[in-house]
């Protein structure tokens, strides 16, 4: 499908799709109303293509399959549109024609006419319109529905930690929670460079360490535009305060964004996932709360959602017992890149020369949903907030222009884990060791364990030694609160990670130790996905990493292409997904580059005799349906 929407955009003789509409809740019986609307349209029940010919009306009307999607094409397209779909194995039906008469028909016809219907004498007696309604009472002004919802009050308890608690065991748990220790269970299993456009993947570093906070994806092959996004979800906040864990969604996200220069804050759109038990006590008041806490806080930041999904019956009855998922807003925010290149990734990448600065947006230390407090299986009774919008939007732009200026070297938002989460994997990103004091920053705590686990916004910068006056002038100027934290260690596994507190040393370990810690999870995880052995010896040799060195012995210049090169046939089945890329490398290197299928082959339309080269790009054949690994040898 995707294939043959690409083809009719990129077609030279015009798009023949005028309005398209992917198939979700209500089925056939929602997609084609609102694809009309307000014109109206009859349709035909016997166009439509079934696999199982014993599908009764209501259910062809009403299923909510959703593989399919539908379009409005003009007559003189037909051919066009059934050319590209043949040619792509993508079967399309044409089930209906629009009126112009406001209403919707559904016809049992055997024989289909939709001449007739544009007949606005035409007398439909006799016939089996199963539905036949206008569509202002289907999609009209409908009566507003009204919601009884109450509010039922949170019972919620101060933290109370351990007296004797240390950062060495809280880490010992917290970096061990799946939201925030490694991934690499997760990335082991993908390739993460799929298209050849992927500017920005989920590994960073000379280890390739999941810990990219923002994917970046070029638009072309012959151009640095792109796209950036990025993702932010607080549902265990949520659970202290649903207005604050979907103001903290939003600012997550574009926490993650602000380490890839976009064009600027307000052409960010964004797109709200809601996961909500919403028909059981207080959580449609808690779910109204939480919507209304977004809607503001985006309004205040000049960003805007422009779509979304939701699955509100997020709760199962087992026996006498309710289980419910916890309240989720999940932001996905995207915007224009106007230099793929200009991104700043979380690795340190200075060592002994980096500065290490803080960007504190909140200036508290509040653990209320915090990963330190569900590994004591509390919530607290604060949880951190998007305090100051206004203070958000500033520091923002000013990282953006600092991005743009190359004035920053690393990069990494406080989230998940807290403040010494984010020091940490910015050490393991780069083996890097560091050394920092957060004296200034823990004078409103009322312990450094509340400085160090809070997860208040804000974000660590790593700037080379020279430029830190620079940029911390730059926050100064725009009233943004800018730390010195202190300054990067040597490189290695073995390089030291140091904490400070004035005089108190709260933490002192290796790379190595912590990073162990941090990947023990995901360790575990893969264990029941791969191979043990292998999961084990990778995880044994962390201590043996050192990272690959690189020397560049010339200096790359673009070659001019061919004036004439030979012509080439890149040849592409079902589930081929790598042709456009090595199409766009052929191309760059002079070949006269055709894009073939495997049915235009069987229909004769392209013979390869009239190629010098047949190249065979790879992809998941026939969505890797059992036996399709036999591919083109078959």
């Not at 690409?6 to 309005?19: T, V």
């Not at 700037?463 to 100064?476: I, L, T």
Request: hydrophobic share 40%; aromatic share 6%.
């Amino acid at each position: 499908m995707n294939r043959l929407i690409r083809a009719c955009i990129e077609s030279p003789d015009g798009n023949p799709i005028c309005s398209l509409h992917d198939q979700g809740a209500g089925g056939n019986g929602n997609v084609l109303k609102e694809l009309v609307e307000p014109a109206g349209a009859v349709i035909f029940s016997k166009k439509f293509t079934l696999g199982d010919p014993s599908i009764s009306t209501l259910e062809l009307w009403g299923a909510e399959y959703q593989e399919n999607n539908a379009l409005l094409c003009r007559a003189d397209h037909m051919q066009l549109l059934q050319q590209i779909a043949k040619r792509e194995r993508c079967p399309v039906c044409f089930v209906g024609t629009v009126t112009a008469n406001g209403r919707v028909i559904l016809s049992e016809e055997e024989q289909p006419n939709p001449t007739k219907y544009l007949d606005g004498n035409y007398s439909h007696e006799g016939e089996h319109h199963p539905f036949n309604l206008d569509l202002e009472l289907v999609l009209g002004k409908m009566p507003q529905k009204v919601f009884v919802m109450e509010r039922q009050p949170l019972v919620v308890q101060s933290l109370s930690l351990p007296s004797d608690l240390s950062v060495m065991s809280a880490l010992q748990r917290v970096l061990r929670l799946v939201s925030v220790g490694s991934k690499r269970f997760l990335t082991n299993k993908v390739d993460r460079c799929v298209t050849g456009l992927v500017a920005q993947q989920q590994c960073v570093g000379p280890l390739h360490t999941p810990l990219s906070d923002v994917a970046v994806t070029a638009l072309s092959y012959f151009g640095v535009e792109g796209v950036a996004t990025s993702i932010g979800e607080q549902p265990i906040k949520g659970l202290v305060s649903s207005a604050a864990g979907a103001r903290m969604a939003v600012a997550e996200s574009l926490s993650n964004l602000v380490f890839a220069r976009i064009t600027e804050l307000q052409d960010v759109k964004c797109s709200g996932n809601w996961m909500w038990a919403a028909k059981l006590p207080g959580e449609g008041a808690a779910l109204y709360a939480a919507c209304e806490a977004m809607c503001q806080v985006m309004a205040q930041l000049g960003v805007a959602v422009d779509g979304g999904k939701d699955s509100l019956s997020m709760a199962a009855r087992i026996g006498t017992e309710t289980v419910k998922a916890p309240g989720t807003l999940v932001v996905s925010s995207y915007a224009p890149c106007p230099d793929v290149r200009q991104v700043i990734t979380p690795d340190l990448k200075a060592p002994g020369s980096g500065v290490l600065l803080l960007v504190d947006l909140s200036g508290r230390a509040r653990l209320g949903g915090s990963a330190l407090a569900q590994c004591y299986s509390q919530l607290g009774d604060s949880s951190p907030d998007l305090d100051d919008p206004h203070l958000f939007k500033r520091a923002f732009a000013c990282t953006q222009k600092l991005i743009a200026e190359d004035k920053l070297l690393a990069g990494h938002d406080i989230s998940d884990g807290g403040l010494i989460t984010c020091l940490l994997e910015m050490c393991f990103g780069g083996m890097t060791g560091l050394t920092v004091d957060i004296q200034h920053r823990a004078r409103g705590a009322d312990s450094p364990l509340e400085t160090l686990f809070a997860e208040e916004l804000g974000w660590v910068l790593e700037v080379d030694r020279a430029q830190a006056k620079y940029v911390q002038q730059a926050f100064r100027e725009s009233n943004i609160p800018c730390l010195f934290l202190g300054e990067t260690g040597s490189h290695g596994m073995d390089a030291r990670i140091t904490i400070l507190n004035g005089r108190e040393k709260l933490l002192g370990e290796t790379v190595l130790t912590l990073m162990r810690l941090w990947e023990e999870t995901s360790y575990q995880l893969e264990k029941r996905q791969a191979n043990p052995d292998c999961a084990r010896r990778e995880f044994e040799s962390l201590a043996l990493r050192t990272g690959p060195k690189y020397n560049l012995t010339f200096e790359p210049i673009p070659s001019k292409p061919l004036a004439q090169g030979p012509r080439v046939a890149v040849l592409r089945e079902e589930g081929s997904n790598g042709d456009r890329e090595m199409a766009a490398s052929l191309f760059m290197v002079g070949f006269q580059t055709w894009d073939v299928t495997m049915q235009d082959l069987i229909d004769k339309r392209v013979t390869i005799d009239q190629f010098r080269g047949i190249i065979f790009p790879g992809g998941f054949s026939y969505a890797d349906v059992l036996g399709s690994a036999k591919g083109w040898a078959a």
